[in-house]
């Protein structure tokens, strides 16, 4: 069974960088069995698709947020990672990262709260 964990600080400032990072047990991120996405849940709001890194590395993200995402993985310590600069107020929301198998997420982590404020 894949488990992942988000971590990463819960509060940054307006025009900084988000940084989080996902711990994946239970299942490589270097094999092909799955890709390993960035999803996020505005307030009140549906889910966001952010962006994906694939076992080979290989990254995809949202047009809408295309210029300021970046996806990496460290494969020594079996993590993916997202980095979103210049964050505004209104993204704050809740981060999660998923398994992806051509856009069947099956497995997720439990959520992390990304807050945004001054």
């Known amino acids: 069974q894949v488990q992942l964990q988000e971590s990463g600080p819960g509060l940054v400032k307006p025009s900084q960088t988000l940084t989080l990072t996902c711990t994946v047990s239970?299942?490589?991120?270097?094999?092909?069995?799955?890709?390993w996405s960035w999803i996020r849940q505005f307030p009140g709001r549906g889910l966001e698709w952010m962006g994906v890194i694939t076992y080979d590395g290989s990254t995809q993200y949202s047009p809408s947020i295309r210029s300021r995402t970046s996806i990496a993985r460290d494969t020594s310590k079996n993590q993916f990672s997202l980095q979103l600069s210049s964050v505004t107020p209104g993204e704050t929301a809740v981060y999660y990262c998923?398994?992806?198998?051509?856009?069947?997420?099956?497995?997720w982590g439990q959520g992390t709260k990304g807050t945004v404020s001054s």
């Open positions: 998923a398994s992806d198998k051509g856009g069947r997420f099956d497995f």
């Open positions: 239970g299942g490589s991120i270097t094999t092909s069995d799955y890709a």
